[in-house]
Protein backbone atom coordinates (compact mmCIF):
# COMPACT_ATOMS: atom_id res chain seq x y z
CA UNK A 1 0.00 0.00 0.00
CA UNK A 2 0.98 3.51 -0.28
CA UNK A 3 2.67 4.25 2.27
CA UNK A 4 3.39 8.62 1.80
CA UNK A 5 0.91 11.03 3.72
CA UNK A 6 1.54 13.24 0.44
CA UNK A 7 -0.47 13.29 -2.76
CA UNK A 8 -3.10 15.42 -4.05
CA UNK A 9 -4.76 18.45 -2.40
CA UNK A 10 -7.93 17.34 -0.35
CA UNK A 11 -6.00 13.81 -0.54
CA UNK A 12 -2.98 14.10 2.01
CA UNK A 13 -3.49 11.40 4.68
CA UNK A 14 -1.99 8.30 4.87
CA UNK A 15 -4.10 5.73 3.37
CA UNK A 16 -5.83 3.22 5.53
CA UNK A 17 -4.99 -0.09 4.71
CA UNK A 18 -7.79 -3.07 4.05
CA UNK A 19 -8.46 -4.47 7.27
CA UNK A 20 -11.81 -6.82 8.51
CA UNK A 21 -11.63 -4.74 11.99
CA UNK A 22 -15.03 -4.43 13.58
CA UNK A 23 -14.89 -0.83 13.46
CA UNK A 24 -14.64 2.54 11.31
CA UNK A 25 -11.08 2.60 10.68
CA UNK A 26 -10.01 5.90 10.42
CA UNK A 27 -6.06 7.26 8.97
CA UNK A 28 -3.67 8.66 11.78
CA UNK A 29 -4.27 11.98 13.01
CA UNK A 30 -8.13 11.32 12.89
CA UNK A 31 -11.03 11.02 15.06
CA UNK A 32 -14.46 10.12 14.49
CA UNK A 33 -18.25 9.85 16.23
CA UNK A 34 -21.40 8.59 15.89
CA UNK A 35 -23.98 11.61 14.53
CA UNK A 36 -27.19 9.94 15.28
CA UNK A 37 -28.10 5.55 15.44
CA UNK A 38 -30.66 4.07 14.38
CA UNK A 39 -33.46 4.21 16.80
CA UNK A 40 -32.90 7.84 18.29
CA UNK A 41 -35.81 10.34 19.10
CA UNK A 42 -35.60 12.96 16.51
CA UNK A 43 -39.35 14.39 16.84
CA UNK A 44 -41.00 15.88 20.10
CA UNK A 45 -42.62 13.08 21.84
CA UNK A 46 -40.75 10.65 20.96
CA UNK A 47 -39.35 7.99 23.42
CA UNK A 48 -35.16 6.53 23.97
CA UNK A 49 -34.74 3.75 21.55
CA UNK A 50 -35.52 0.63 23.55
CA UNK A 51 -35.14 -2.86 21.21
CA UNK A 52 -36.98 -4.78 23.81
CA UNK A 53 -40.21 -2.73 23.89
CA UNK A 54 -40.22 -1.13 20.42
CA UNK A 55 -43.75 -0.25 18.70
CA UNK A 56 -44.24 1.58 15.37
CA UNK A 57 -45.45 4.63 16.90
CA UNK A 58 -41.90 5.16 18.65
CA UNK A 59 -40.18 4.52 15.69
CA UNK A 60 -41.99 6.76 13.94
CA UNK A 61 -40.59 9.60 15.94
CA UNK A 62 -36.61 8.14 15.46
CA UNK A 63 -34.15 7.73 13.25
CA UNK A 64 -34.49 4.73 10.81
CA UNK A 65 -33.34 1.85 9.83
CA UNK A 66 -30.26 1.22 7.19
CA UNK A 67 -29.03 5.05 6.75
CA UNK A 68 -27.98 5.16 2.59
CA UNK A 69 -27.90 8.43 0.71
CA UNK A 70 -27.02 11.54 3.45
CA UNK A 71 -27.25 15.15 2.48
CA UNK A 72 -25.87 17.63 4.41
CA UNK A 73 -27.98 21.26 4.03
CA UNK A 74 -27.57 24.77 4.52
CA UNK A 75 -29.67 26.09 7.72
CA UNK A 76 -29.69 29.96 7.32
CA UNK A 77 -29.50 31.66 10.96
CA UNK A 78 -28.81 29.08 12.96
CA UNK A 79 -24.82 29.48 14.02
CA UNK A 80 -23.04 26.06 13.79
CA UNK A 81 -25.88 24.32 12.03
CA UNK A 82 -27.15 22.18 8.81
CA UNK A 83 -29.70 19.84 7.89
CA UNK A 84 -29.06 16.09 7.49
CA UNK A 85 -31.19 14.42 5.08
CA UNK A 86 -30.90 10.64 5.40
CA UNK A 87 -32.61 7.98 3.10
CA UNK A 88 -33.43 4.48 5.42
CA UNK A 89 -33.43 2.23 1.98
CA UNK A 90 -34.94 -1.04 4.27
CA UNK A 91 -35.36 -3.46 6.66
CA UNK A 92 -33.53 -6.39 8.41
CA UNK A 93 -35.75 -8.20 10.85
CA UNK A 94 -33.69 -10.41 11.70
CA UNK A 95 -31.43 -7.84 13.20
CA UNK A 96 -34.01 -6.04 14.58
CA UNK A 97 -36.42 -8.24 16.75
CA UNK A 98 -35.40 -10.95 19.10
CA UNK A 99 -37.19 -14.43 18.25
CA UNK A 100 -38.20 -12.85 14.42
CA UNK A 101 -40.16 -15.93 12.74
CA UNK A 102 -39.70 -14.87 9.16
CA UNK A 103 -42.14 -17.16 8.50
CA UNK A 104 -44.68 -15.23 10.80
CA UNK A 105 -44.12 -11.73 11.35
CA UNK A 106 -46.71 -10.44 13.05
CA UNK A 107 -48.59 -7.18 12.42
CA UNK A 108 -46.71 -4.99 14.52
CA UNK A 109 -43.40 -5.76 13.60
CA UNK A 110 -44.34 -4.76 9.99
CA UNK A 111 -45.70 -1.74 11.20
CA UNK A 112 -42.41 -0.94 13.12
CA UNK A 113 -41.00 -2.13 9.44
CA UNK A 114 -42.96 0.99 7.68
CA UNK A 115 -41.98 3.16 10.22
CA UNK A 116 -38.58 2.33 9.91
CA UNK A 117 -38.14 3.15 5.98
CA UNK A 118 -38.20 6.42 4.02
CA UNK A 119 -36.29 9.74 4.92
CA UNK A 120 -35.21 11.53 8.19
CA UNK A 121 -34.49 15.12 8.12
CA UNK A 122 -32.53 16.08 11.10
CA UNK A 123 -30.53 19.21 12.60
CA UNK A 124 -27.38 18.55 13.50
CA UNK A 125 -24.74 20.76 15.03
CA UNK A 126 -20.90 20.93 14.51
CA UNK A 127 -18.52 21.21 17.45
CA UNK A 128 -16.36 24.34 17.37
CA UNK A 129 -13.17 23.27 17.35
CA UNK A 130 -13.34 19.61 15.95
CA UNK A 131 -15.41 18.19 12.82
CA UNK A 132 -17.28 16.29 15.13
CA UNK A 133 -21.53 16.32 14.48
CA UNK A 134 -24.44 15.96 16.85
CA UNK A 135 -28.02 15.51 16.17
CA UNK A 136 -30.36 17.88 17.56
CA UNK A 137 -33.52 16.09 18.99
CA UNK A 138 -36.81 18.22 19.05
CA UNK A 139 -35.80 20.65 16.65
CA UNK A 140 -38.79 22.28 14.39
CA UNK A 141 -37.46 20.91 11.21
CA UNK A 142 -36.64 17.62 12.31
CA UNK A 143 -39.18 15.23 10.35
CA UNK A 144 -39.99 11.40 9.64
CA UNK A 145 -40.97 10.49 6.17
CA UNK A 146 -42.04 6.43 6.16
CA UNK A 147 -43.84 3.72 4.09
CA UNK A 148 -47.25 5.65 4.92
CA UNK A 149 -46.09 8.92 4.49
CA UNK A 150 -48.51 10.56 1.94
CA UNK A 151 -47.08 11.54 -1.50
CA UNK A 152 -48.21 13.37 -4.29
CA UNK A 153 -47.27 11.62 -7.72
CA UNK A 154 -46.27 14.11 -10.29
CA UNK A 155 -45.50 14.67 -13.66
CA UNK A 156 -46.60 13.26 -17.59
CA UNK A 157 -47.83 9.53 -15.93
CA UNK A 158 -49.83 11.38 -12.72
CA UNK A 159 -53.69 10.28 -13.06
CA UNK A 160 -52.50 7.51 -15.28
CA UNK A 161 -54.70 4.86 -15.37
CA UNK A 162 -51.50 2.56 -14.95
CA UNK A 163 -51.58 4.68 -11.46
CA UNK A 164 -55.26 4.26 -10.06
CA UNK A 165 -55.82 2.18 -7.29
CA UNK A 166 -59.17 1.34 -5.08
CA UNK A 167 -57.83 3.73 -2.23
CA UNK A 168 -56.62 6.36 -4.96
CA UNK A 169 -59.36 6.54 -7.71
CA UNK A 170 -57.20 9.93 -8.79
CA UNK A 171 -53.93 7.76 -9.56
CA UNK A 172 -52.38 10.97 -7.89
CA UNK A 173 -51.48 10.06 -3.85
CA UNK A 174 -49.74 7.52 -2.73
CA UNK A 175 -48.76 6.48 0.83
CA UNK A 176 -44.85 5.96 1.23
CA UNK A 177 -41.55 5.75 -0.32
CA UNK A 178 -39.89 2.43 -0.31
CA UNK A 179 -35.78 1.27 -0.78
CA UNK A 180 -34.39 4.83 -0.83
CA UNK A 181 -30.32 4.25 -1.83
CA UNK A 182 -28.65 7.12 -3.23
CA UNK A 183 -30.15 10.22 -4.09
CA UNK A 184 -28.93 13.64 -4.86
CA UNK A 185 -29.23 17.88 -3.71
CA UNK A 186 -30.90 20.05 -6.42
CA UNK A 187 -29.67 23.73 -6.84
CA UNK A 188 -33.01 25.21 -5.31
CA UNK A 189 -32.71 23.52 -2.31
CA UNK A 190 -34.63 20.24 -2.21
CA UNK A 191 -33.06 16.45 -2.15
CA UNK A 192 -34.23 13.53 -5.03
CA UNK A 193 -34.21 10.40 -3.35
CA UNK A 194 -34.26 7.13 -5.43
CA UNK A 195 -36.82 4.11 -5.06
CA UNK A 196 -34.58 1.35 -5.60
CA UNK A 197 -35.32 -2.53 -5.14
CA UNK A 198 -39.32 -1.94 -4.59
CA UNK A 199 -39.87 -5.04 -6.30
CA UNK A 200 -38.93 -7.17 -3.03
CA UNK A 201 -42.07 -5.73 -1.30
CA UNK A 202 -44.79 -6.63 -3.90
CA UNK A 203 -46.17 -10.52 -3.85
CA UNK A 204 -48.49 -12.66 -6.14
CA UNK A 205 -47.82 -11.14 -9.52
CA UNK A 206 -48.36 -12.86 -12.73
CA UNK A 207 -47.85 -9.83 -15.24
CA UNK A 208 -44.71 -9.81 -17.97
CA UNK A 209 -44.13 -5.80 -16.98
CA UNK A 210 -43.67 -6.74 -13.37
CA UNK A 211 -41.17 -9.53 -14.25
CA UNK A 212 -39.25 -7.41 -15.71
CA UNK A 213 -38.81 -5.39 -12.71
CA UNK A 214 -38.20 -8.97 -10.69
CA UNK A 215 -41.58 -8.53 -8.69
CA UNK A 216 -42.80 -12.55 -7.68
CA UNK A 217 -44.89 -14.72 -8.31
CA UNK A 218 -45.20 -15.90 -4.79
CA UNK A 219 -45.50 -14.43 -1.16
CA UNK A 220 -43.17 -11.32 -0.33
CA UNK A 221 -39.63 -11.88 2.08
CA UNK A 222 -41.25 -9.80 4.99
CA UNK A 223 -45.22 -10.78 4.26
CA UNK A 224 -46.15 -6.93 4.02
CA UNK A 225 -49.49 -7.94 1.93
CA UNK A 226 -50.70 -10.06 4.77
CA UNK A 227 -51.41 -6.54 6.78
CA UNK A 228 -52.15 -3.87 3.81
CA UNK A 229 -53.47 -5.81 0.32
CA UNK A 230 -51.89 -3.06 -1.76
CA UNK A 231 -49.02 -5.03 -1.32
CA UNK A 232 -50.50 -7.99 -3.25
CA UNK A 233 -50.77 -7.46 -6.86
CA UNK A 234 -53.17 -9.83 -7.49
CA UNK A 235 -55.97 -8.26 -5.21
CA UNK A 236 -54.29 -4.75 -6.15
CA UNK A 237 -52.52 -4.74 -9.57
CA UNK A 238 -51.56 -0.83 -9.92
CA UNK A 239 -49.70 0.16 -6.26
CA UNK A 240 -46.24 -1.56 -7.48
CA UNK A 241 -46.79 1.10 -10.38
CA UNK A 242 -46.49 3.77 -7.95
CA UNK A 243 -43.36 2.62 -6.76
CA UNK A 244 -39.76 2.89 -8.56
CA UNK A 245 -39.39 6.70 -8.67
CA UNK A 246 -37.34 9.61 -8.04
CA UNK A 247 -38.72 11.26 -4.46
CA UNK A 248 -38.59 15.06 -4.38
CA UNK A 249 -38.29 16.30 -0.70
CA UNK A 250 -38.16 20.21 1.02
CA UNK A 251 -36.58 19.39 3.91
CA UNK A 252 -37.17 22.99 4.72
CA UNK A 253 -41.11 22.80 5.35
CA UNK A 254 -41.82 19.98 7.48
CA UNK A 255 -45.65 20.32 6.25
CA UNK A 256 -45.11 19.84 2.36
CA UNK A 257 -46.30 16.82 1.01
CA UNK A 258 -43.19 14.82 -0.66
CA UNK A 259 -43.71 14.40 -4.45
CA UNK A 260 -42.70 11.41 -6.93
CA UNK A 261 -41.78 12.51 -10.33
CA UNK A 262 -42.83 10.32 -13.41
CA UNK A 263 -40.86 12.03 -15.78
CA UNK A 264 -37.60 10.59 -14.76
CA UNK A 265 -38.65 7.05 -15.43
CA UNK A 266 -39.49 4.08 -13.66
CA UNK A 267 -36.79 1.55 -12.76
CA UNK A 268 -34.30 0.82 -9.80
CA UNK A 269 -33.06 3.71 -9.89
CA UNK A 270 -30.17 4.03 -7.19
CA UNK A 271 -30.04 7.80 -7.00
CA UNK A 272 -30.49 11.29 -9.55
CA UNK A 273 -27.93 14.32 -9.55
CA UNK A 274 -28.62 17.52 -11.27
CA UNK A 275 -26.53 19.38 -13.25
CA UNK A 276 -28.27 23.14 -14.88
CA UNK A 277 -27.73 24.03 -18.36
CA UNK A 278 -26.50 27.58 -19.46
CA UNK A 279 -30.15 29.19 -19.10
CA UNK A 280 -30.84 27.46 -15.84
CA UNK A 281 -32.87 24.23 -16.57
CA UNK A 282 -32.45 21.25 -14.96
CA UNK A 283 -30.33 17.79 -16.08
CA UNK A 284 -30.96 15.00 -14.28
CA UNK A 285 -28.91 11.83 -14.70
CA UNK A 286 -30.26 8.69 -13.33
CA UNK A 287 -28.94 4.70 -12.62
CA UNK A 288 -30.87 1.99 -12.76
CA UNK A 289 -29.17 -0.58 -10.43
CA UNK A 290 -29.50 -4.23 -12.04
CA UNK A 291 -27.35 -6.41 -13.82
CA UNK A 292 -27.36 -5.42 -17.56
CA UNK A 293 -29.77 -2.31 -17.24
CA UNK A 294 -29.59 0.91 -18.40
CA UNK A 295 -28.58 4.71 -16.97
CA UNK A 296 -30.91 7.79 -18.30
CA UNK A 297 -30.76 11.47 -18.22
CA UNK A 298 -33.87 14.06 -17.89
CA UNK A 299 -33.55 17.30 -19.67
CA UNK A 300 -36.15 19.76 -18.30
CA UNK A 301 -37.86 22.65 -20.10
CA UNK A 302 -38.40 25.27 -17.28
CA UNK A 303 -35.66 27.12 -15.73
CA UNK A 304 -35.32 27.54 -12.28
CA UNK A 305 -36.01 30.95 -10.30
CA UNK A 306 -33.53 32.00 -7.75
CA UNK A 307 -35.30 33.60 -4.27
CA UNK A 308 -37.41 31.92 -1.32
CA UNK A 309 -40.40 33.16 -1.59
CA UNK A 310 -43.58 30.20 -1.41
CA UNK A 311 -44.12 30.92 -5.46
CA UNK A 312 -40.46 30.36 -6.38
CA UNK A 313 -40.35 26.88 -3.97
CA UNK A 314 -43.49 26.18 -5.70
CA UNK A 315 -42.39 26.86 -9.28
CA UNK A 316 -39.00 25.02 -8.58
CA UNK A 317 -40.55 21.96 -7.32
CA UNK A 318 -42.28 21.50 -10.91
CA UNK A 319 -39.07 22.08 -12.80
CA UNK A 320 -38.95 17.54 -12.54
CA UNK A 321 -41.98 17.15 -14.48
CA UNK A 322 -41.60 18.70 -17.89
CA UNK A 323 -38.35 17.48 -20.18
CA UNK A 324 -36.99 14.80 -21.90
CA UNK A 325 -36.41 11.73 -21.13
CA UNK A 326 -33.26 9.82 -22.46
CA UNK A 327 -31.23 6.27 -21.99
CA UNK A 328 -27.62 6.25 -23.07
CA UNK A 329 -26.39 3.89 -25.73
CA UNK A 330 -22.38 3.81 -26.02
CA UNK A 331 -20.23 2.93 -28.58
CA UNK A 332 -16.07 1.72 -28.02
CA UNK A 333 -13.75 2.76 -30.38
CA UNK A 334 -11.75 -0.15 -30.41
CA UNK A 335 -12.30 -3.16 -33.18
CA UNK A 336 -14.23 -5.49 -31.02
CA UNK A 337 -12.09 -8.25 -31.42
CA UNK A 338 -9.76 -6.34 -28.93
CA UNK A 339 -12.03 -6.54 -26.36
CA UNK A 340 -11.43 -10.01 -24.92
CA UNK A 341 -13.68 -9.83 -21.74
CA UNK A 342 -10.44 -9.82 -19.36
CA UNK A 343 -9.71 -6.22 -18.82
CA UNK A 344 -6.74 -6.04 -21.01
CA UNK A 345 -6.37 -2.89 -22.63
CA UNK A 346 -7.04 -2.17 -26.60
CA UNK A 347 -4.47 -1.24 -28.96
CA UNK A 348 -5.19 2.83 -28.68
CA UNK A 349 -4.68 2.25 -24.56
CA UNK A 350 -7.95 2.94 -23.51
CA UNK A 351 -11.41 1.90 -22.94
CA UNK A 352 -13.67 4.92 -24.58
CA UNK A 353 -15.74 5.82 -27.19
CA UNK A 354 -18.68 7.93 -28.01
CA UNK A 355 -22.11 7.98 -26.98
CA UNK A 356 -26.00 8.59 -27.75
CA UNK A 357 -28.92 9.80 -25.95
CA UNK A 358 -31.67 8.00 -27.30
CA UNK A 359 -35.35 10.18 -26.21
CA UNK A 360 -37.70 8.05 -24.77
CA UNK A 361 -40.61 10.41 -24.14
CA UNK A 362 -41.21 14.07 -24.03
CA UNK A 363 -43.55 15.68 -21.29
CA UNK A 364 -44.98 19.15 -21.96
CA UNK A 365 -48.09 21.23 -19.65
CA UNK A 366 -50.40 20.00 -22.42
CA UNK A 367 -49.54 16.56 -22.30
CA UNK A 368 -46.52 13.86 -23.12
CA UNK A 369 -45.28 12.64 -26.44
CA UNK A 370 -43.85 9.04 -27.13
CA UNK A 371 -40.64 8.47 -29.10
CA UNK A 372 -41.11 4.96 -28.65
CA UNK A 373 -42.82 2.67 -31.43
CA UNK A 374 -45.60 0.51 -30.08
CA UNK A 375 -45.65 2.73 -26.30
CA UNK A 376 -48.28 5.03 -25.09
CA UNK A 377 -45.86 8.28 -23.28
CA UNK A 378 -47.88 7.07 -20.20
CA UNK A 379 -46.28 3.37 -20.59
CA UNK A 380 -42.87 5.24 -21.04
CA UNK A 381 -42.57 7.04 -18.06
CA UNK A 382 -44.39 3.59 -15.97
CA UNK A 383 -42.85 1.13 -18.26
CA UNK A 384 -39.12 2.68 -18.72
CA UNK A 385 -37.15 -0.63 -18.91
CA UNK A 386 -39.57 -2.14 -21.19
CA UNK A 387 -38.75 1.43 -23.65
CA UNK A 388 -35.18 0.87 -22.72
CA UNK A 389 -34.77 -2.73 -24.44
CA UNK A 390 -36.97 -1.87 -27.35
CA UNK A 391 -34.70 1.05 -28.45
CA UNK A 392 -31.49 -0.94 -27.56
CA UNK A 393 -29.64 0.68 -25.05
CA UNK A 394 -26.73 -0.32 -24.05
CA UNK A 395 -26.43 -2.86 -21.13
CA UNK A 396 -24.37 -1.62 -18.30
CA UNK A 397 -22.55 -3.75 -15.05
CA UNK A 398 -25.24 -2.26 -12.47
CA UNK A 399 -25.48 1.81 -13.37
CA UNK A 400 -25.48 2.76 -9.43
CA UNK A 401 -24.75 6.22 -8.58
CA UNK A 402 -24.04 8.91 -11.08
CA UNK A 403 -22.30 12.95 -9.86
CA UNK A 404 -21.49 15.45 -12.52
CA UNK A 405 -18.39 17.59 -11.20
CA UNK A 406 -18.77 20.94 -10.01
CA UNK A 407 -15.48 21.93 -11.74
CA UNK A 408 -15.04 20.58 -15.11
CA UNK A 409 -19.04 18.69 -15.57
CA UNK A 410 -17.45 15.26 -16.80
CA UNK A 411 -20.21 13.23 -15.40
CA UNK A 412 -18.84 9.98 -12.84
CA UNK A 413 -21.00 6.61 -13.50
CA UNK A 414 -20.37 3.97 -11.04
CA UNK A 415 -20.69 0.02 -12.42
CA UNK A 416 -20.43 -1.90 -9.47
CA UNK A 417 -20.20 -5.18 -10.97
CA UNK A 418 -21.61 -7.75 -12.57
CA UNK A 419 -20.79 -11.35 -11.79
CA UNK A 420 -22.92 -12.56 -15.02
CA UNK A 421 -21.31 -10.47 -17.80
CA UNK A 422 -20.58 -12.82 -20.15
CA UNK A 423 -22.13 -16.30 -18.45
CA UNK A 424 -23.89 -18.71 -20.65
CA UNK A 425 -26.18 -16.57 -23.22
CA UNK A 426 -25.55 -13.17 -21.34
CA UNK A 427 -24.75 -10.30 -23.09
CA UNK A 428 -20.46 -10.49 -23.25
CA UNK A 429 -17.67 -7.92 -22.56
CA UNK A 430 -17.78 -4.40 -24.46
CA UNK A 431 -15.63 -1.57 -24.64
CA UNK A 432 -17.41 0.44 -21.66
CA UNK A 433 -18.25 -2.73 -19.75
CA UNK A 434 -14.65 -4.57 -20.25
CA UNK A 435 -14.62 -7.37 -18.16
CA UNK A 436 -16.39 -10.88 -18.33
CA UNK A 437 -17.77 -12.26 -14.62
CA UNK A 438 -16.74 -8.34 -14.01
CA UNK A 439 -16.36 -8.92 -10.04
CA UNK A 440 -14.82 -5.34 -9.04
CA UNK A 441 -16.50 -2.77 -11.28
CA UNK A 442 -15.72 0.54 -13.11
CA UNK A 443 -16.32 4.15 -13.25
CA UNK A 444 -16.90 5.76 -16.26
CA UNK A 445 -16.05 9.21 -17.04
CA UNK A 446 -18.86 10.80 -19.97
CA UNK A 447 -18.08 13.88 -21.24
CA UNK A 448 -21.24 15.25 -22.88
CA UNK A 449 -20.65 17.13 -26.21
CA UNK A 450 -19.47 20.67 -25.87
CA UNK A 451 -19.62 20.06 -22.29
CA UNK A 452 -23.47 21.03 -22.61
CA UNK A 453 -25.73 18.99 -20.41
CA UNK A 454 -28.30 18.93 -23.33
CA UNK A 455 -26.47 17.56 -25.22
CA UNK A 456 -27.93 14.32 -27.64
CA UNK A 457 -24.09 13.21 -28.01
CA UNK A 458 -21.03 12.25 -25.30
CA UNK A 459 -17.41 10.79 -25.34
CA UNK A 460 -16.92 8.45 -22.77
CA UNK A 461 -13.89 6.93 -21.10
CA UNK A 462 -13.32 4.46 -18.11
CA UNK A 463 -11.48 6.53 -15.51
CA UNK A 464 -10.99 3.27 -12.85
CA UNK A 465 -11.09 -0.49 -13.68
CA UNK A 466 -11.16 -1.76 -9.93
CA UNK A 467 -9.74 -4.59 -8.38
CA UNK A 468 -6.47 -5.49 -6.86
CA UNK A 469 -4.08 -2.69 -8.53
CA UNK A 470 -1.27 -5.83 -9.20
CA UNK A 471 -3.76 -7.51 -11.02
CA UNK A 472 -3.17 -6.48 -15.17
CA UNK A 473 -6.64 -6.14 -15.03
CA UNK A 474 -7.44 -2.84 -13.22
CA UNK A 475 -6.67 0.57 -14.06
CA UNK A 476 -6.41 3.65 -12.38
CA UNK A 477 -6.85 6.57 -15.24
CA UNK A 478 -2.92 5.73 -15.80
CA UNK A 479 -1.64 6.49 -12.34
CA UNK A 480 1.42 4.34 -11.27
CA UNK A 481 -0.72 1.00 -10.09
CA UNK A 482 1.97 0.83 -7.09
CA UNK A 483 0.89 3.70 -5.31
CA UNK A 484 -2.80 3.54 -5.03
CA UNK A 485 -5.19 1.48 -2.34
CA UNK A 486 -7.23 -1.59 -3.82
CA UNK A 487 -10.76 -0.85 -4.35
CA UNK A 488 -13.44 -3.37 -5.31
CA UNK A 489 -17.52 -2.72 -6.01
CA UNK A 490 -17.37 1.29 -6.25
CA UNK A 491 -21.11 2.72 -5.42
CA UNK A 492 -22.09 6.19 -4.27
CA UNK A 493 -19.70 8.98 -5.29
CA UNK A 494 -19.46 12.01 -4.22
CA UNK A 495 -17.05 14.91 -4.66
CA UNK A 496 -14.96 17.17 -2.19
CA UNK A 497 -14.52 20.98 -2.87
CA UNK A 498 -11.35 20.42 -4.85
CA UNK A 499 -12.68 18.35 -6.81
CA UNK A 500 -11.41 14.76 -5.91
CA UNK A 501 -14.07 12.27 -6.58
CA UNK A 502 -15.03 9.96 -3.61
CA UNK A 503 -15.69 6.69 -3.90
CA UNK A 504 -17.82 4.08 -1.33
CA UNK A 505 -18.10 0.52 -1.97
CA UNK A 506 -20.89 -2.06 -1.74
CA UNK A 507 -19.38 -5.81 -1.30
CA UNK A 508 -16.02 -5.75 -1.59
CA UNK A 509 -14.47 -8.52 -3.17
CA UNK A 510 -10.32 -8.05 -1.73
CA UNK A 511 -11.31 -10.01 1.23
CA UNK A 512 -11.19 -6.54 2.86
CA UNK A 513 -14.43 -4.85 4.34
CA UNK A 514 -16.30 -2.20 2.27
CA UNK A 515 -14.58 1.34 2.48
CA UNK A 516 -14.19 4.77 1.45
CA UNK A 517 -11.59 6.22 -1.17
CA UNK A 518 -10.70 9.52 -2.52
CA UNK A 519 -9.14 9.70 -5.75
CA UNK A 520 -7.80 13.17 -8.04
CA UNK A 521 -9.78 13.64 -10.97
CA UNK A 522 -7.39 16.40 -12.86
CA UNK A 523 -3.92 17.27 -12.75
CA UNK A 524 -1.00 14.77 -13.16
CA UNK A 525 -2.03 12.75 -9.93
CA UNK A 526 -5.27 12.07 -11.77
CA UNK A 527 -5.79 8.71 -10.62
CA UNK A 528 -4.35 8.38 -7.79
CA UNK A 529 -6.73 6.71 -5.17
CA UNK A 530 -6.45 6.47 -1.02
CA UNK A 531 -8.75 4.61 1.23
CA UNK A 532 -10.00 6.57 3.63
CA UNK A 533 -11.83 4.25 5.94
CA UNK A 534 -13.31 1.03 6.18
CA UNK A 535 -15.87 -0.61 7.60
CA UNK A 536 -17.34 -2.53 10.97
CA UNK A 537 -18.00 -6.46 9.76
CA UNK A 538 -21.08 -6.85 7.74
CA UNK A 539 -21.52 -2.75 6.62
CA UNK A 540 -21.56 -1.45 3.31
CA UNK A 541 -20.68 2.52 2.98
CA UNK A 542 -22.84 4.54 1.41
CA UNK A 543 -23.95 8.51 1.18
CA UNK A 544 -20.54 9.93 1.45
CA UNK A 545 -20.20 13.49 2.05
CA UNK A 546 -17.09 15.15 2.10
CA UNK A 547 -16.81 19.05 3.48
CA UNK A 548 -13.43 20.57 4.38
CA UNK A 549 -13.89 20.17 8.03
CA UNK A 550 -15.30 16.40 7.79
CA UNK A 551 -16.30 13.37 6.32
CA UNK A 552 -19.86 12.27 7.20
CA UNK A 553 -20.70 8.34 6.03
CA UNK A 554 -23.54 6.12 6.34
CA UNK A 555 -22.40 2.35 8.08
CA UNK A 556 -25.37 0.71 6.33
CA UNK A 557 -26.18 -2.69 7.47
CA UNK A 558 -23.72 -3.56 10.09
CA UNK A 559 -24.00 -7.24 11.23
CA UNK A 560 -25.78 -8.36 7.95
CA UNK A 561 -23.75 -11.41 7.82
CA UNK A 562 -25.23 -15.36 6.88
CA UNK A 563 -26.85 -16.75 9.92
CA UNK A 564 -26.64 -13.68 12.47
CA UNK A 565 -29.27 -12.45 14.80
CA UNK A 566 -30.12 -10.11 17.46
CA UNK A 567 -29.05 -12.89 19.50
CA UNK A 568 -26.10 -13.62 17.59
CA UNK A 569 -24.72 -10.58 16.21
CA UNK A 570 -22.37 -10.74 13.91
CA UNK A 571 -20.63 -6.96 15.13
CA UNK A 572 -20.69 -5.48 18.14
CA UNK A 573 -20.93 -1.70 16.42
CA UNK A 574 -21.63 0.82 17.87
CA UNK A 575 -21.90 0.60 21.10
CA UNK A 576 -19.86 -3.14 21.62
CA UNK A 577 -20.76 -6.26 23.02
CA UNK A 578 -23.88 -7.40 24.33
CA UNK A 579 -25.79 -3.92 22.78
CA UNK A 580 -27.69 -4.65 19.58
CA UNK A 581 -26.29 -3.73 16.34
CA UNK A 582 -27.73 -0.12 15.01
CA UNK A 583 -27.00 1.19 11.73
CA UNK A 584 -25.73 5.13 12.20
CA UNK A 585 -23.86 8.08 11.04
CA UNK A 586 -20.34 8.81 11.44
CA UNK A 587 -18.22 11.78 10.92
CA UNK A 588 -14.69 11.48 10.62
CA UNK A 589 -12.36 14.90 11.47
CA UNK A 590 -9.13 15.91 11.78
CA UNK A 591 -7.49 15.75 15.36
CA UNK A 592 -5.53 18.88 15.12
CA UNK A 593 -8.38 20.61 13.67
CA UNK A 594 -7.65 21.56 10.47
CA UNK A 595 -9.64 20.55 7.52
CA UNK A 596 -9.88 16.69 6.20
CA UNK A 597 -6.59 15.98 3.67
CA UNK A 598 -5.06 19.47 3.07
FE1 LIG B 1 -29.09 0.15 -2.88
FE2 LIG B 1 -27.78 0.01 -5.76
O1 LIG B 1 -27.56 0.08 -3.98
CA1 LIG C 1 -26.25 2.09 -3.28
CA1 LIG D 1 -10.54 2.50 -27.21
CA1 LIG E 1 -25.30 -0.83 -3.48
Not at 72 to 81: A, F, M, Q, T
Not at 183 to 189: C, K, Q
Not at 292 to 319: C, I, P, Q, W
Not at 466 to 475: F, K, R, S
Request: with cysteine; aromatic share 8%; glycine share 12%.
Amino acid sequence: TYKSGKGARGLRFTPVAPNTADAVSVPEGYGQNVVIRWGEPILRGAPAFDPDQQTAKAQAGQFGYNNDFLALIPLPGERGRQLLVANHEYTDEILMFKGYDAANPTREQAEIAWAAHGLSVVVVEEERKSGKLTAVPRHPLNRRVTATTEFRITGPAAGSDLLKTSADPTGTKVLGTLNNCAGGETPWGTTLHGEENFNQYFANSSRATDKRYGIGTGASERKWERFDKRFDVAQEPNEVHRFGYVVELDPYDPTSTPRKHTALGRFKHEGATIRLTADGRPVAYTGDDERFDYFYKFVGSKRMKTGHSRAVREHNLSLLDEGTLYVAKLTGDSPAAEIDGTGKLPSDGEFDGSGEWIPLATATADGAVSHVDGMTAEEVFVFTRLAGDKVGATKMDRPEDIQPSPHTGKVYVALTNNSNRGVGTNAKADEANPRNANKHGHILELTEGRNRPESKTFGWSLFLVAGDPADPATYFAGFPKDKVSPISCPDNVNFDSYGNLWISTDGNQLGSHDGLFGVATRGERRGELKQFLTMPNGAETCGPIVQDRRVVVSVQHPGEIDGATVEKPASAWPDGKGKIVRPSVVAVWRKDGSDVGV
